[in-house]
Nanobody
């Protein structure tokens, strides 16, 4: 079955950096677009970034463009999100998500999330 397992979250000071990872299994990872989504306390999910199956094209929400970088290693079935210049408002649960084929950026599977807390 499809499994997406995030890791790498933690507490970081404002201005700091962190890289979160997602280990994928149960499907042919290299065939799928992937996304990162976050959810802050009391708020709805926010799409952050997406990447094509081969990794050559990336997309970002305006709120994180220039600060976050999405990448993937298809040989290791792993998705990454590098978070730089973190702000307190970046505090959220960060989810890895598989994009459903041929349906825009609609998500068909989510991971369990990894917590990122930005606080001094």
């Amino acid at each position: 079955q499809v499994q997406l397992v995030e890791s790498g979250g933690g507490r970081v000071q404002p201005g700091g950096s962190l890289t979160v990872s997602c280990a994928a299994s149960g499907f042919t990872f290299s065939n799928y677009y992937m996304s990162w989504v976050r959810q802050a306390p009391g708020k709805g999910p926010q799409w952050l970034s997406g990447i094509t199956s081969g990794g050559s094209i990336t997309y970002y929400a305006d709120s994180v463009k220039g600060r976050f970088t999405i990448s993937r290693d298809n040989a290791k079935n792993t998705l990454f999100l590098q978070l730089n210049n973190l702000k307190p408002e970046d505090t959220a649960l960060y989810y890895c998500a598989r994009v459903a084929p041929l349906q825009g950026w609609k998500i068909d599977y989510w991971g369990q999330g990894t917590q990122v807390t930005v606080s001094s």
